[in-house]
């Protein structure tokens, strides 16, 4: 069964960047039509795309964010991460992570996902 | 990008069924059938309840049904149940190979 597992910091000071990985476990990174997504919910709002990446390292991010976002992949660690530059308060966010099929475009599984607050 | 519009709200009675729309535009619902629908009950996370606009993933309840028409996709909700409580979103796929939610809707059983 294939799951997946949020980690990182859960408190991040303002201007500074947020990483977080996410760790793929019951099936390789690498199998299958897949790519491998963040979304991001503010607390008490709605969800919002963030990014996603293939295993050939390709990325598609949401325009809002691109210019603060990196998301890359390690196949031999059965992981990927993300790297969200200069945050505000307003990044704060439950962020999950997610499989993206790459035919169907639906999302599934998902992290549990971790809350993380940007505050000083 | 914008989000895709859904009602803030939809409440119904137990055995009712409801339908939360999903309008987006010809950029992304009007042009592919990649629209999907998440179940997030309060505290949890967001499950995958529609792909592909009208199928079912193994295991989701066939009370749950969507369609899509246009511009607008929709998600019904048959024989309505007190679990069935929860926050729905939509998504579709945009061409550029962008992605997008919708609003989010707060489903209550009366």
């Known amino acids: 069964q294939l799951q997946l597992q949020e980690s990182g910091p859960g408190l991040v000071k303002p201007s500074e960047t947020l990483s977080l990985a996410c760790t793929v476990s019951?099936?390789?990174?690498?199998?299958?039509?897949?790519?491998w997504g963040w979304i991001r919910q503010p607390p008490g709002k709605g969800l919002e795309w963030i990014g996603y990446i293939y295993k050939t390292g390709s990325t598609h991010y949401n325009p809002s964010l691109r210019s603060r976002v990196t998301i890359s992949v390690d196949t031999s660690k059965n992981q990927f991460s993300l790297r969200l530059s200069s945050v505000t308060a307003a990044d704060t966010a439950i962020y999950y992570c997610?499989?993206?099929?790459?035919?169907?475009?639906?999302?599934?599984?998902w992290g549990q996902g971790t809350l993380v607050t940007v505050s000083s | 990008q914008s989000a895709l519009t859904q009602p803030a709200s939809v409440s119904g009675s137990p055995g009712q069924s409801i339908t939360i729309s999903c309008t987006g535009t010809?950029?992304?619902?009007?042009?592919?059938?990649?629209v999907s629908w998440y179940q997030q009950h309060p505290g949890k996370v967001p499950k995958l309840i529609i792909y592909?606009?009208?199928k079912r993933p193994s295991g989701v309840s066939n009370r749950f049904s969507g369609s899509k028409s246009g511009n607008t996709a929709s998600l019904t909700v048959s024989a309505l149940q007190a679990e069935d409580e929860a926050d729905y979103y939509c998504s579709s796929y945009v061409a550029s190979s962008a992605f997008v939610f919708g609003t989010g809707t707060k489903v209550t059983v009366l």
């Open positions: 997610a499989r993206r099929d790459g035919t169907l475009a639906s999302l599934d599984p």
């Open positions: 010809s950029s992304d619902v009007g042009s592919f059938k990649l």
């Open positions: 019951g099936d390789s990174i690498s199998s299958g039509p897949y790519s």
């Open positions: 592909e606009a009208t």
